[in-house]
């Protein structure tokens, strides 16, 4: 009897084994600091109930443990790295802790690789994944089988008529991709650089102000989104910050894209409706005003010269309010990253001075200025993790079977660090791009295939103007810094820690 009580209570035991782990990680307080309280509570629930079935009813103990030994068993053949190899699944264990792993760990997927080579599976918490860590594969995986991957849904989507640009169907993203890319205009950009110089100008002074009165030094996240956000407005629709407009546009935005908003609906409808009906009121107010045909003043602008049929269309509207929001969110961590890469390896900001300023007239790809390249060696570096198709219908491909309603996940910034393509990969170095070529294959940070990002030149444009404003006129000190973090979901990007401060100086001092 003492045996089978043993018994019993090992296999209890071992089922609350994984939580007890995942409540001793402190990266797991700081990310899910809620659901850690219920994972304790569970905890104690659990401890509870199984305390009292064995004082006052052991006879409940064993079915209780059969059933759960039964759960562990399944979870355990599950989570093994070679489970459905035969059916031909890549390998890689399904299990919750790999998942979990996966977001306290940046360099996960890169030790993955190395585990179980450069396809390999895990779940996103409860949904199965293929991850690929070779680009040439990816890219590969991707074309041959474009009809059967589409981008996993938004939430926000089901609020633009034909839905947001990624997640078209094929005709219409056929349609509509070719206008936003060409309403998405370098011209615009190039007839706005001084004015975007000169938001970075005094953005970065007024930060350098707030620094020199703050103790311990200030985080530039919030002062580069304020920038962002002034530029981002009045190249997209030709709207100014301090205006009435402006500030109740960047109020709408907030509520637009808060997360706990995303779920409701109504609030957010609500916020998009009154932001299309700003969009329409400046849509106007450019019709009426003096045409400038060589020099477009916005993206708006833009519409009514080459598509003024489509200037009320709610889905190229509402498409531009949802690409400023998102992509002024990704520069946003490009800007932040090339902060912290330029804090640690400070000489490259030394470098600036040194050279002629100059517009950089080479592609992304192939930079001709120091500044461009070092946006485009923070992007091989950084914030260009990760693209995530959904499997529409079941794949066989090169051996491998990946079935319908898993996702697939081809890693950019884990093929970066291929020692084959780039010498030291670790390392910054922005000189690796001078008059060298690196094919999609090689590198990627703005995707592959037909979902690949449209802004992609605008993009490094304010990275590099960025660059130039910091590193020519500024001098900084790290005063704190910590590890980088992620926030509680897979499809996040990693960024700076929350500690990171620094304190300016005018680099002339």
């Given at each position: 009897m003492a045996i089978e009580l043993l018994v019993e209570w090992s296999v209890l035991a071992a089922a609350a084994i994984s939580p007890l782990r995942?409540?001793?990680?402190?990266?797991?307080?700081?990310?899910?600091p809620n659901y850690g309280y219920l994972l304790v509570g569970a905890l104690t629930a659990y401890v509870v109930v199984v305390t009292a079935l064995t004082i006052y009813a052991p006879t409940y103990l064993r079915p209780l443990a059969g059933i759960i030994g039964v759960a562990l068993i399944i979870v355990l053949w599950r989570g093994r790295a070679g489970y459905g190899k035969r059916r031909g699944l890549v390998p890689g264990s399904l299990?919750?802790?790999?998942?979990?792993?996966?977001?306290?760990?940046?360099?996960?997927?890169?030790?993955?690789?190395?585990?179980?080579g450069p396809m390999f599976k895990i779940s996103q918490f409860y949904r199965p994944m293929v991850c690929v860590t070779d680009l040439s594969r990816g890219l590969e995986l991707i074309r041959q089988n474009?009809?059967?991957?589409?981008?996993?849904?938004?939430?926000?989507?089901?609020?633009?008529?034909?839905?947001?640009?990624?997640?078209?169907?094929?005709?219409?993203?056929?349609?509509y991709r070719k206008i936003l890319k060409t309403l998405l205009s370098m011209d615009v950009v190039h007839n706005s650089e001084h004015r975007i110089s000169s938001?970075?100008?005094?953005?970065?002074?007024?930060?350098?102000?707030?620094?020199?009165?703050?103790?311990?030094?200030?985080?530039?996240?919030?002062?580069?989104?304020?920038?962002?956000?002034?530029?981002?407005?009045?190249?997209?629709?030709?709207?100014?910050?301090?205006?009435?407009?402006?500030?109740r546009l960047r109020e709408l935005y907030t509520s637009l894209y808060a997360y706990g908003l995303a779920f409701y609906g109504q609030e957010v409808r609500t916020a998009v409706e009154e932001i299309t009906e700003i969009v329409r009121s400046q849509i106007n107010e450019l019709a009426h005003a003096s045409p400038d045909e060589s020099n477009p003043a916005c993206f708006?602008?833009?519409?009514?010269?080459?598509?003024?049929?489509?200037?009320?269309?709610?889905?190229?509207?509402?498409?531009?309010?949802?690409?400023?929001?998102?992509?002024?969110?990704?520069?946003?961590?490009?800007l932040n990253w090339i902060f912290k890469l330029l804090s640690d390896n400070p000489k490259w900001a030394q470098r600036l001075g040194e050279e002629p300023l100059a517009r950089d007239e080479g592609s992304w790809r192939q930079p001709e200025t120091l500044a461009g390249r070092i946006v485009a060696e923070t992007l091989r570096l950084e914030q260009s993790e990760y693209l995530c198709r959904k499997v529409l219908e079941d794949i066989h491909w090169q051996g491998f079977w990946i079935p319908k309603g898993w996702l697939v996940r081809v890693c950019p910034r884990d093929a970066h660090q291929n020692e084959a393509v780039f010498e030291n990969p670790r390392a910054f170095n922005p000189d690796r791009f001078l008059g060298r070529h690196y094919g999609t294959s090689e590198y990627a940070p703005f995707g592959i295939g037909r979902h690949s990002c449209l802004g992609a030149?605008?993009?490094?444009?304010?990275?590099r103007i960025f660059v130039n404003e910091l590193g020519r006129h500024w001098k900084w000190t790290v005063v704190c810094d910590g590890p980088r973090e992620l926030n509680s979901h897979h499809w996040n990007h990693w960024r700076p820690s929350p500690n990171f401060r620094v304190s300016f100086s005018p680099l002339s001092a």
């Open positions: 995942l409540c001793a990680k402190k990266n797991f307080w700081r990310m899910f299990a919750l802790r790999p998942s979990l792993d996966s977001l306290f760990d940046h360099r996960f997927y890169e030790k993955q690789h190395h585990k179980h474009d009809l059967s991957l589409g981008p996993p849904l938004l939430i926000f989507d089901r609020f633009i008529p034909e839905g947001f640009i990624r997640n078209m169907s094929s005709d219409d993203h056929q349609v938001s970075f100008a005094s953005g970065i002074d007024h930060m350098a102000q707030e620094s020199r009165c703050t103790v311990g030094g200030i985080h530039p996240a919030k002062y580069l989104d304020d920038i962002l956000y002034d530029v981002f407005l009045r190249i997209f629709f030709g709207v100014e910050s301090d205006t009435e407009r402006g500030q708006l602008d833009r519409l009514l010269k080459l598509y003024p049929e489509m200037s009320d269309d709610l889905t190229i509207i509402q498409n531009l309010i949802y690409v400023n929001r998102i992509t002024r969110s990704d520069v946003g961590g490009l030149q605008f993009a490094v444009t304010i990275g």
